[in-house]
């Protein structure tokens, strides 16, 4: 009688046991390999690669049971029944796919367990079976206890085997599982060849079918070759499979880092990879996040918070930095697979450019980018709160209107620079005077407000006093000098509508610098007449001509020497059909200040033209230009087409401008007169003594004749110190060689003198008041003069 496990030294060949053993790990990690490549891939492809990790795996075990019998040498002849162990290598395919299929179903619960709990039983069917195709002389008993034993040890290591391979992508595991597949198949072979006993029987003959031993080690050969070829090709699979997914977790490590917004991928509150966006945030390097807590860096209520959002649907909260600082972040999360296992992608985004924008916009809106001084819309919103609680507690409120006097010529002469350095002053100079209830904005321009709540229309009043007296006190030398008028009015004293006392507040700053300027004015009633009455003749202005309102008179200039008519000055008038006569000192500033002018100096000019062009005796006429006119684009450009249409030859029209019309842009100013001069206009300095009197101004800018104003001429016969300034522009003007005409002459003895002091020309009611042009046709058609003359627009 042989007992196998009591001969297990005497009857096997070590060479071969060891063949088995090889065999058997070769198929368990190929089987292994195969079965975590055919979960990764598409339902259409993943039962190729299970019917490929079957054969490997069914052959695999197929081949080292009868290896080990190869190995076992009972010295009785043997062989083996055809049918039976084919059939047991069927066995061994079909079980084993079936339970590599039931390990990777999700549907299944404990799925990797009992699919390999079904892969043990397969181990256990094909060797049975296959002890049934061994055929020997003698009789083959079986120890059921063994028998048992070997059922149990296949089926459990099977079990931990598959859960154990399919947890995880790292070596360790899947070389663990695989070892533990190789326990189940050598323990269960091993164990059940231990329960038989094989009793010798010379009588027992052995069916002519069966396959010699020699034959069998062909199968084994070519099911070993078979195993070979597929873990080969489970070789390459997993050797490729690993290049790739190296090459897309750089790629994606790639694009994750070149996110400015910080990524983070996380398994439950645990980091497994964040980008270098994310590592900044935190002060950490990507690299070494992976398996910190995500609440850590962000804390755990808000994290709950975004993931309990839906997918895209931002959260705020705040990030909590290495060093303890906090971040205010913004996050998006969205569910993804990662390794197969459900993970969280989170998108963080630092908030805090957006909230410095978001609070200098916010600032912006109510506030004034160059005086940081609350603006319009703020100031009128602060108002209407005030105004509310004035009404409630019966206190008053005052609105100080200012603004800066002469601010345009600081601009002019020093440039816009300048100017809003002056502004920063201001706002500074009167803000500290102000304490926490009162409130000082910038509604535009070099225009500011200030609301104050008071019990007395005093207070208001030295409030006033004390921002004239700061801004007279600032001047340093170095630059301009700051002064302002200031304009009040009281809730409810004069009204008690927010939009009337605003208006209020600018009508008494009208006034104060209509009175002298550098002062302040409470509003009283009459002034509102007052600008109500501007605002309607502003208003009849503007539709004057185009209703054939105004006209033109001229007024004769004349040589001193001999009284012949040399020229006509022309001056604008206005017959309101209301108002009668309007005085052109009240109706031009009103002109200059809206910008009418514009209008109305081009109807003169092409008026004064076109009547000039109808006279037979070439007398020239000269048309006063305001500094809004020489500094309009393209006025050289209107005067040359002007003179095309009428027909008027250039040399008898004159341009008479004043000083203060060069200030505003010296440059343009001098290009166009320049341009005037190619024309072949003839151009003037009018009123000379007054203004700025500047004496390089007559050698920068082309004038071609000076006119002294009539202030000067009013007594001179007089006057010791009239009669100077006179002789001076007149030795002036012949130094320069430019002629001198004298305005506003009304008596001989003034004639007379500027006869003595050989002047070239003068006008005034002596010589003829202004009056319409029929008046002068003995001059304008009469013998023709010897001289030319020249005309005037008022």
């Known amino acids: 009688m042989l007992k196998v496990v009591g001969c297990f030294v005497d009857s096997h060949d070590f060479w071969l046991v060891g063949l088995a053993a090889l065999t058997c790990a070769l198929a368990a990690t190929t089987c292994i390999e195969l079965l975590r490549h055919a979960r990764k891939a598409t339902p259409r492809v993943r039962a190729v690669w299970l019917g490929v990790a079957a054969v490997a795996g069914g052959s695999g075990i197929w081949a080292t049971h009868f290896i080990a019998m190869l190995a076992f040498e009972p010295n009785l002849p043997s062989a083996y029944a055809v049918g039976l162990t084919g059939l047991s290598l069927v066995y061994a395919i079909a079980l084993t796919g079936l339970g590599l299929a039931i390990a990777i179903t999700p549907a299944l619960p404990f799925a990797p367990a009992l699919g390999g709990a079904v892969l043990g039983l397969g181990i256990a069917a094909m060797h049975y079976t296959g002890m049934a195709a ?4 003698g009789h083959i008993r079986w120890d059921r206890a063994l028998v048992a034993a070997s059922l149990i040890l296949g089926a459990s290591f099977g079990a931990a085997a598959l859960p154990v391979a399919l947890a995880g992508e790292r ?24 329960a038989v006993t094989i009793v010798p029987d010379p009588g027992v003959l052995m069916s002519e079918s069966a396959i010699p031993a020699r034959w069998l080690a062909v199968g084994v050969a070519l099911a ?28 994606l490590h ?41 609440s850590r860096f962000l804390p755990e209520a808000a994290t709950r918070l975004a993931l309990a959002e839906p997918a895209d649907q931002p959260a705020e909260t705040e990030l909590r930095r290495a060093d ?69 507690t019966g206190r008053r409120l005052a609105v100080l209107c200012l603004d800066l006097d002469r601010f345009k010529e600081v601009n002019d002469l020093f440039g816009h620079a300048a100017g809003d350095a002056m502004l920063i002053t201001v706002a500074k100079l009167v803000s500290a005077l102000l304490d926490k209830s009162q409130l000082m904005a910038r509604l535009g321009g070099d225009e500011f407000a200030i609301l104050m709540p008071c019990d007395q229309a005093l207070a208001a009043g030295r409030l006033a006093e004390q921002i004239l007296d700061a801004l007279r006190n600032s001047a340093d030398g170095a630059g301009p000098t700051i002064a302002t008028s200031v304009g009040i009015a009281l809730f409810p004293d004069d009204t008690d509508e927010r939009a009337s006392l605003l208006s209020y507040a600018d009508t008494a700053l009208y006034r104060a610098k209509s009175e002298g300027r550098g002062t302040y004015r409470f509003f009283e009633a009459r002034m509102g007449a007052q600008v109500r009455e501007r605002g309607l003749l502003e208003h009849d202005m503007r539709h004057a001509v185009a209703r054939g309102e105004m006209h033109l008179v001229y007024q004769p200039q004349t040589d001193v020497r001999d009284g012949s008519v040399l020229g006509f000055e022309v001056l604008l008038r206005w017959q309101h059909p209301q108002r009668g006569a309007v005085p052109p000192g009240l109706f031009i500033p009103i002109a200059e200040e809206s910008g009418a002018i514009l209008q109305i100096g081009e109807w003169v000019l092409r008026e004064a033209c076109r009547e000039a062009a109808g006279w037979p005796n070439p007398l020239t006429i000269a048309v ?17 087409e002007v003179l095309f249409q009428t027909g008027l030859k250039p040399e008898r029209l004159e341009i008479e401008i004043t000083e203060t019309a060069l200030i505003r842009d010296p440059a343009r100013a001098q290009s166009t007169l320049r341009q005037l001069k190619a024309l072949g206009l003839r151009i003037a300095m009018d009123d000379f003594g007054t203004g700025y009197s500047s004496l390089s101004n007559l050698r920068t800018y082309p004038f071609d004749r000076i006119k002294i104003d009539g202030s000067f001429i009013r007594a001179v016969d007089g006057n010791e110190q009239a009669a100077a300034i006179v002789r001076s522009v007149l030795g002036l003007g012949r ?46 058609h009469g013998p023709e003069p010897d001289r030319d003359g020249q005309a005037l627009v008022a």
Do not use: W
């Open 134 to 137: 061994f055929e020997i002389a």
């Open 171 to 194: 070596l360790k595991r899947r070389m663990t599982g695989a070892l533990l597949l190789l326990l189940a198949i050598c323990s269960h072979h091993f164990v059940a060849m231990g």
């Open 224 to 251: 070993s070759l078979a195993i070979l070829f597929l873990a080969g090709a489970a070789l390459t699979l997993d050797i490729r499979d690993r290049r790739q997914a190296v090459l897309e977790r750089e790629r």
């Open 254 to 294: 790639s694009l994750a880092n070149a996110a400015v917004e910080g990524l983070v991928v996380c398994r439950g509150d645990r980091i497994v990879s964040a980008n270098d966006s994310f590592g900044t945030l935190v002060g950490f390097a990507a690299a070494d996040l992976s398996g910190i807590p995500l």
């Open 324 to 392: 303890a600082a906090l971040i205010p972040v913004e996050l998006i999360m969205r569910p993804v697979t990662y390794g197969n296992q459900p993970h969280y992608a989170i998108a963080v985004r630092d908030l805090r450019a957006r909230r410095r924008a978001e609070g200098q916009i916010e600032f912006l809106a109510h506030h004034d980018a160059l005086t940081s001084l609350a603006n319009r819309a703020r100031f009128n919103q602060r108002l209407d709160q005030e105004l509310k609680v004035a009404k409630v």
């Open 624 to 640: 006063n230009v305001s500094g809004l006119q020489l500094h309009a684009p393209h006025f050289a450009q209107l005067v040359h």
């Open 735 to 780: 130094g320069l060689g430019l002629p001198v005409l004298a305005e506003g002459v009304e008596t001989e003895a003034e004639l007379g003198f500027l006869v003595s002091e050989h002047c070239d020309a003068a006008q005034g009611y002596l010589m003829g008041r202004p009056a319409a042009i029929g008046v002068f046709t003995a001059h304008t």
